[in-house]
Structures are given as structure tokens and as C-alpha cells.
């Protein structure tokens, strides 16, 4: 049995941010239970190259644009690499095989006459890379980027008629009702189809940086017809057909809730065309929203996973991002409730328990416990929790997997109180009795630590070692390993604690999230004046460490030298800012960021990309003089 899962592929004119890494995740638990189920699973990721906005980035940054795609795969990978993402494939868009593949399958449409030279004018985000209709713009502006005002295009374009597969998606839709998932992902696609098609453009004239369509190479192919190719792409399709009829239809396209009509409507129709099967599921994933806001390079709202990762680790953030968020449904991150989630569910609970499990073991029995009773009612909960974790889990309800694995853990921690081996200890009568308590207990926890290895694989594996299981992880299989063992002596082993418990906060920054223009508060010049907005001078400037966004600055006021705390390391070098005059917000309550107390707030712009450019002036002003 094989399953073929794949994410979508990135734009690599900035970093991933953390819903982007929510993305990967997810899907990464996915084909980790997979593969623990014993099905043969090829899991793909990849990063969308031929963007416009890649382009201008790295006209920008004085690059080549396949010299600054390049950089960026080392980015990516290094940010998955941190967040163990067990991708088996990853395919670049500027890949030969890729190119191959959607030549040929533009090629095959347009032979079918399904691709057709017109002229297209319309509103086009750069953005997203999309052509927008006006009914969906909102005040004039698009609707996933409220920064940026579209712009009107009026060019010779090749298109795909789209609207000849409109009966046959519905049919699709009616006859395969989970074909996309969630329910409220399907009812969307099905009315859009319901009020019909538009053809839509496949081509961009004049342009260079694309892949040249076969049959007008002076047009390149727009670079969402040439991204959804990749999927097809990376399993053999126009390169290596005998793979590409073993892997193909994908089982599943796993991509945010705002590409899905790319995925489900689109892709469909293009394969259609092609004489392809349909991949078998879509799941359009909600978006994480940091502090209420969503998170967006655009919008300057974005976090880095990375930065989140370095925390803890990989795994808490994993749990996290999995347990608090039900999957299909918007989530929410805040450093307060991540730290919170963290101290519950791993150091007060899950870790407490594997070093109560352990301690006892020690003192008690030598850190060796023989086979002892069936387990009784604990048995019976391990029993339901498999249950459960397979249904939620083979039904893409990651959050109720990760709920039924802590269902295991709470029971395992009840279990101790009731039993209270510590009692049991004092008599000689209950030896017996102690045996089979301390043996339940561990056995509970390595089925825990089971149901828990596809969304938490490290401190997973370090769990099973602790309670004594010696199979190599590759080997782990949930219909053996996850069943209940009455059997083999266990041989415990001790260790610091996994989660230490966070006590005093040392938060992240967290820059607050701008609104829309819509939204825009309105305050008075009494309030206004409240801000004290000083200029300042960095006399010193220095990285933090751990932090990939974090400088630490010395600055002199005119009134006094302070040390302020500014997210600004991904756009300036320490050397660049010392004696550079900067404009700061100077009665601003103090703040501890990763440590460091910060006295007050630097000014910043912000680019479309996110990147912070510092406010100036353009001659000499002295520190201390006040920004009005």
C-alpha cells in the first residue's frame, strides 16, 4: 500500500514564517502516522521559484535570480531541517524535471485545443501572483493583502478553458464528497462552480523568468499553472513514467484554506485536460494567526519559526501547533499561551510522569521491572486511546490524535494516585501489588510515547528509551507497538528532566499587529502627544544570542544612555548602526526581552516583504530633540 502526500510549495522571497511551518508540520504528522501504520509513504515539499515577486527580490538584493533561489533552498531546508520535517522529496521549480513536465503537460492541453491565445485585462496583486475580479476586491485593494492596490493589466495571453470542465468538477464534487476536506473547504468550491467559470490566463508575455510555453516560447507559463505541475513533476511525470504510474494520484494535496480553489478547481480541470486521474483528497488548513492578527509577510505579522523553535525545541512547538489548533480551523499563537501550554502539558504532565515513572522505579526496583498483572483497567483505557488516535488520525483530526495520546497520559498520572506505590512500598504483603503497579505505569507510558512519535519524533524516541523499549524507531508499527504488552522485563532508564519548568518569562519580542486601513483606530492630539518620541543616537550595538531577529543597542537620549531591544538583526549588521541617529519611543514601560531589559521602542517602516527600514533624517539632528 502506498500513500503519496504532498504540501505546497513556497515562495521564496522571504523566510517561512510560522504559518507556513504550520503547514509542514501538520503534514509531516501525517506522514509520520503513515509510515507508522506500515504504508509505503512518499511525502514531498518544494519551493515555487518562478514567482515575480522572487524576481524583484532578487534584482534587489543584486543577485541572479537562480543564484538568490539557491540561497533560499539553504534557508528553507535548514528551517525544516530545525523543525524535523521527514520530507522524502523536495522539488524546485527551476529543476529540469520540473520543466519537463509542465511543457509537456501544457503541451497535451493545448493540443486538445484546451489552450487558446486572447487578451486579458483585469486587476492582478502581485501578491499572491493572481488576477483579481473587482466584486472581490475590498476597497479596491485585495483582499489577503490590504497593503498592496492591484494592478490593471492589459496584455496578449495565452488561457485554459477553464469553463468547459465546470459540469464535470461538480459531478466530481457530488460523487466524491471528501475529495476536499474540511465540509466548509467543499460548500465553497461547489457554490463557486454552481455560479460558473471564467477561463483563466496561463501565460505572462515578455518576461524572462519563467518556463517558455512549448508551442510560444516568448511566452512564459504563468506561474500557478507551472506550480501545481509539480506535484505531478516530482514523481516521474514526463521524465520517468513507470514511477509516475506507481505513485500517481496523489492521496493527498495538503495547502491553506486561500489556495484551495488553485487545488480543487484548477488542478482538477488541468488534469482533466491531460487525461490524468485526480489526486484522491484535498485538506485546506486554516491559517495561524499571531495575537489575534493573521500572519503575514505583507502585513509585517509574520514569526519565525525558528525563533519560536529555539524556545524549547522542535517538539513543544509541534505539540503546540497540533493539540491547540483544530485542523481545518483557523488557530491562534501568543508567546503567553505557547509558554502556558508548554508548562501544562510537558513539564507539569507528561514529563513530570516519565520522571515519577523513573524515580520509583529506582528507589523500588532497581530501575528493572518484571512482567507483572494484565494491566487491568489502564490496559483497557491504552486500549481505547489506540482507538481513538487511529480514528482521529485516518480522519485528519490531528488535534483529536494528539487528545487521545494525553487521555493515555492523564489516566497514567490518576492511576499513580489511586495506586500510590509509595504505599505500596511499605509493605512486604504488597510487593506483588508494586510490582504490577510500577509495570502498568510504564507500560501506559510507552504507549504514550507510541501515539505520540509522529507529532513529537525527538522526545518520542527519548521516551521510549527511558521506559525500556529498544525497537529502532524505523521499526515501530502501531498495530504491534501500540497494543498493550504484558510481557519482557523492562529496564528503566533515568535522565534530566525532559521539559524543565519555565518560571520566570523571558518573552520573545512580539511586535504588535497592524489593522487595516478599515480598522485604523482614530486617537486625539492629547493622546498623540502622550507618546514621547525622542531622537537618539546608538553608541553600541551587539546581537543577542539565540535570536535570529533580536539586536541589543546602547543609545544616548540627550537625557541619559539606555539599552533598548529591537527586532532589526535580519536588516542590520551591528556595525552598520553605531552612530546612526534614530528616532525612539522614550517612555515606554520596560520590557524583558530574551533577557535583556529594554528601555523604550526603535522606529521602523516596513517593507512588503516584512523587512524593518529604520526611520531617518536627512540631516543632522541632535539626540534628546523631540519627533513631532
Given at each position: 500500500?502506498?500513500?503519496?502526500?504532498?504540501?505546497?510549495?513556497?515562495?521564496?522571497?522571504?523566510?517561512?514564517?510560522?504559518?507556513?511551518?504550520?503547514?509542514?508540520?501538520?503534514?509531516?504528522?501525517?506522514?509520520?502516522y503513515?509510515?507508522?501504520?506500515?504504508?509505503?509513504?512518499?511525502?514531498?515539499?518544494?519551493?515555487?521559484?518562478?514567482?515575480?515577486?522572487?524576481?524583484?527580490?532578487?534584482?534587489?538584493?543584486?543577485?541572479?535570480?537562480?543564484?538568490?533561489?539557491?540561497?533560499?533552498?539553504?534557508?528553507?531546508?535548514?528551517?525544516?531541517?530545525?523543525?524535523?520535517?521527514?520530507?522524502?522529496?523536495?522539488?524546485r521549480?527551476?529543476?529540469?524535471?520540473?520543466?519537463t513536465?509542465?511543457?509537456?503537460?501544457?503541451?497535451?492541453?493545448?493540443?486538445?485545443?484546451?489552450?487558446y491565445?486572447?487578451?486579458?485585462?483585469?486587476?492582478?496583486?502581485?501578491?499572491?501572483?493572481?488576477?483579481?475580479?473587482?466584486?472581490?476586491?475590498?476597497?479596491?485593494?485585495?483582499?489577503?493583502?490590504?497593503?498592496?492596490?492591484?494592478?490593471?493589466?492589459?496584455?496578449?495571453?495565452?488561457?485554459?478553458?477553464l469553463?468547459?470542465?465546470?459540469?464535470?468538477?461538480?459531478?466530481?464534487?457530488r460523487?466524491?464528497?471528501?475529495?476536499?476536506?474540511?465540509?466548509?473547504?467543499?460548500?465553497?468550491?461547489?457554490?463557486?462552480?454552481?455560479?460558473?467559470?471564467?477561463?483563466i490566463s496561463?501565460?505572462?508575455?515578455?518576461?524572462?523568468?519563467?518556463?517558455?510555453?512549448?508551442?510560444?516560447?516568448?511566452?512564459?507559463?504563468?506561474?500557478?499553472?507551472?506550480?501545481?505541475?509539480?506535484?505531478?513533476?516530482?514523481v516521474?511525470?514526463?521524465?520517468?513514467?513507470?514511477?509516475?504510474?506507481?505513485?500517481w494520484?496523489?492521496?493527498?494535496?495538503?495547502?491553506?484554506?486561500?489556495?484551495?480553489?488553485?487545488?480543487?478547481?484548477?488542478?482538477?480541470?488541468?488534469?482533466?485536460?491531460?487525461?490524468?486521474?485526480?489526486?484522491?483528497q484535498?485538506?485546506?488548513?486554516?491559517?495561524?494567526?499571531?495575537?489575534?492578527?493573521?500572519?503575514?509577510?505583507?502585513?509585517?505579522?509574520?514569526?519565525?519559526?525558528?525563533?519560536?523553535?529555539?524556545?524549547?525545541?522542535?517538539?513543544?512547538l509541534?505539540?503546540?501547533?497540533?493539540?491547540?489548533?483544530?485542523?481545518?480551523?483557523?488557530?491562534?499563537?501568543?508567546?503567553?499561551?505557547?509558554?502556558e501550554?508548554?508548562?501544562?502539558?510537558?513539564?507539569?504532565?507528561?514529563?513530570?510522569?516519565?520522571?515519577?515513572?523513573?524515580?520509583m522505579?529506582?528507589?523500588?526496583?532497581?530501575l528493572?521491572?518484571?512482567?507483572?498483572?494484565?494491566?487491568?483497567?489502564?490496559?483497557?483505557?491504552?486500549?481505547?486511546?489506540?482507538?481513538?488516535?487511529?480514528?482521529?488520525?485516518?480522519?485528519?483530526a490531528?488535534?483529536?490524535?494528539?487528545?487521545?495520546?494525553?487521555?493515555?497520559?492523564?489516566?497514567?498520572?490518576?492511576?499513580?494516585?489511586?495506586?500510590?506505590?509509595?504505599t505500596?512500598?511499605?509493605?512486604?504483603?504488597?510487593?506483588?501489588?508494586?510490582?504490577?503497579?510500577?509495570?502498568?505505569?510504564?507500560?501506559?507510558?510507552?504507549?504514550?510515547?507510541?501515539?505520540?512519535?509522529?507529532?513529537?519524533?525527538?522526545s518520542?524516541?527519548?521516551?521510549?528509551?527511558?521506559?525500556?523499549?529498544?525497537?529502532?524507531?524505523?521499526?515501530?508499527?502501531?498495530?504491534?507497538?501500540?497494543?498493550?504488552?504484558a510481557?519482557?522485563?523492562k529496564?528503566?532508564?533515568?535522565?534530566?528532566?525532559?521539559?524543565?519548568?519555565?518560571?520566570?518569562?523571558?518573552?520573545?519580542?512580539?511586535?504588535?499587529?497592524?489593522?487595516?486601513?478599515?480598522?485604523?483606530?482614530?486617537?486625539?492630539?492629547?493622546?498623540?502627544?502622550?507618546?514621547?518620541?525622542?531622537?537618539?543616537?546608538?553608541?553600541?550595538?551587539?546581537?543577542?544570542p539565540?535570536?535570529?531577529?533580536?539586536?541589543?543597542?546602547?543609545?544616548?537620549?540627550?537625557?541619559d544612555?539606555?539599552?533598548?531591544?529591537?527586532?532589526?538583526?535580519e536588516?542590520?549588521?551591528?556595525?552598520?548602526?553605531?552612530?546612526?541617529?534614530?528616532?525612539?519611543?522614550?517612555?515606554?514601560?520596560?520590557?524583558?526581552?530574551?533577557?535583556?531589559?529594554?528601555?523604550?521602542?526603535?522606529?521602523?517602516?516596513?517593507?512588503?516583504?516584512?523587512?524593518?527600514?529604520?526611520?531617518?533624517?536627512d540631516?543632522?539632528i541632535?539626540?534628546?530633540?523631540?519627533?513631532?
Amino acid at each position: 500500500m502506498r500513500f503519496y502526500l504532498t504540501t505546497a510549495i513556497d515562495y521564496v522571497n522571504s523566510r517561512p514564517h510560522l504559518g507556513t511551518a504550520y503547514e509542514k508540520i501538520t503534514a509531516d504528522v501525517i506522514a509520520r502516522y503513515k509510515r507508522l501504520s506500515g504504508i509505503d509513504t512518499h511525502f514531498l515539499m518544494g519551493n515555487d521559484e518562478h514567482s515575480q515577486n522572487v524576481y524583484r527580490r532578487a534584482l534587489e538584493q543584486g543577485l541572479d535570480p537562480a543564484a538568490y533561489c539557491d540561497q533560499m533552498e539553504q534557508q528553507f531546508r535548514a528551517v525544516w531541517a530545525q523543525l524535523d520535517i521527514s520530507f522524502d522529496d523536495f522539488i524546485r521549480t527551476t529543476e529540469p524535471r520540473h520543466r519537463t513536465a509542465v511543457q509537456k503537460l501544457a503541451q497535451v492541453c493545448f493540443d486538445k485545443g484546451d489552450i487558446y491565445e486572447g487578451l486579458y485585462e483585469g486587476w492582478y496583486c502581485v501578491s499572491c501572483e493572481a488576477f483579481k475580479q473587482e466584486k472581490d476586491l475590498v476597497d479596491g485593494k485585495c483582499p489577503l493583502h490590504p497593503t498592496l492596490v492591484p494592478e490593471w493589466i492589459r496584455e496578449k495571453n495565452y488561457f485554459f478553458r477553464l469553463s468547459r470542465y465546470r459540469d464535470a468538477l461538480l459531478e466530481h464534487f457530488r460523487a466524491n464528497p471528501t475529495f476536499l476536506q474540511p465540509d466548509v473547504r467543499r460548500n465553497e468550491m461547489q457554490r463557486l462552480l454552481e455560479g460558473g467559470l471564467e477561463d483563466i490566463s496561463v501565460s505572462r508575455a515578455g518576461q524572462l523568468w519563467g518556463i517558455p510555453l512549448p508551442f510560444a516560447p516568448d511566452n512564459v507559463v504563468y506561474v500557478w499553472f507551472d506550480a501545481l505541475i509539480n506535484y505531478a513533476a516530482a514523481v516521474g511525470y514526463g521524465t520517468d513514467e513507470r514511477r509516475f504510474a506507481e505513485w500517481w494520484p496523489a492521496n493527498l494535496h495538503v495547502v491553506g484554506k486561500d489556495i484551495t480553489r488553485f487545488h480543487t478547481i484548477v488542478w482538477p480541470a488541468m488534469l482533466m485536460s491531460a487525461g490524468l486521474p485526480l489526486p484522491k483528497q484535498v485538506f485546506g488548513h486554516g491559517w495561524v494567526h499571531f495575537g489575534g492578527q493573521r500572519m503575514s509577510k505583507s502585513l509585517g505579522t509574520s514569526l519565525d519559526p525558528s525563533d519560536v523553535a529555539e524556545r524549547f525545541g522542535p517538539d513543544p512547538l509541534r505539540l503546540y501547533l497540533v493539540k491547540e489548533i483544530s485542523y481545518g480551523s483557523d488557530g491562534d499563537f501568543t508567546w503567553d499561551r505557547y509558554e502556558e501550554r508548554y508548562n501544562v502539558d510537558l513539564a507539569n504532565n507528561l514529563g513530570n510522569l516519565v520522571s515519577r515513572v523513573a524515580a520509583m522505579a529506582e528507589k523500588y526496583r532497581g530501575l528493572q521491572l518484571q512482567p507483572a498483572g494484565t494491566g487491568g483497567r489502564l490496559a483497557e483505557l491504552a486500549t481505547t486511546a489506540l482507538a481513538r488516535y487511529q480514528a482521529s488520525m485516518d480522519g485528519l483530526a490531528l488535534h483529536g490524535g494528539a487528545a487521545a495520546a494525553f487521555q493515555l497520559v492523564d489516566a497514567t498520572n490518576e492511576y499513580i494516585a489511586e495506586t500510590a506505590p509509595w504505599t505500596l512500598a511499605r509493605r512486604a504483603a504488597d510487593a506483588s501489588r508494586l510490582d504490577e503497579v510500577l509495570f502498568t505505569a510504564a507500560e501506559a507510558v510507552r504507549i504514550a510515547a507510541v501515539l505520540l512519535r509522529p507529532i513529537m519524533p525527538a522526545s518520542a524516541a527519548e521516551v521510549l528509551r527511558r521506559v525500556g523499549d529498544r525497537t529502532p524507531l524505523d521499526a515501530l508499527r502501531l498495530d504491534r507497538d501500540g497494543r498493550w504488552r504484558a510481557d519482557g522485563t523492562k529496564q528503566i532508564v533515568k535522565g534530566p528532566p525532559l521539559w524543565p519548568r519555565v518560571e520566570e518569562k523571558e518573552m520573545t519580542v512580539e511586535q504588535p499587529a497592524p489593522t487595516t486601513p478599515a480598522e485604523e483606530p482614530r486617537i486625539t492630539i492629547d493622546e498623540f502627544m502622550k507618546v514621547d518620541l525622542r531622537v537618539a543616537k546608538v553608541l553600541e550595538a551587539e546581537a543577542i544570542p539565540k535570536s535570529k531577529k533580536l539586536l541589543k543597542l546602547k543609545v544616548d537620549t540627550g537625557r541619559d544612555q539606555r539599552t533598548i531591544v529591537a527586532g532589526i538583526a535580519e536588516a542590520y549588521q551591528p556595525e552598520q548602526l553605531v552612530g546612526r541617529t534614530i528616532v525612539i519611543v522614550a517612555n515606554l514601560q520596560p520590557a524583558k526581552l530574551m533577557g535583556v531589559e529594554s528601555n523604550g521602542m526603535v522606529l521602523a517602516g516596513s517593507t512588503d516583504a516584512g523587512q524593518p527600514i529604520l526611520v531617518g533624517f536627512d540631516q543632522e539632528i541632535p539626540p534628546g530633540a523631540r519627533v513631532r
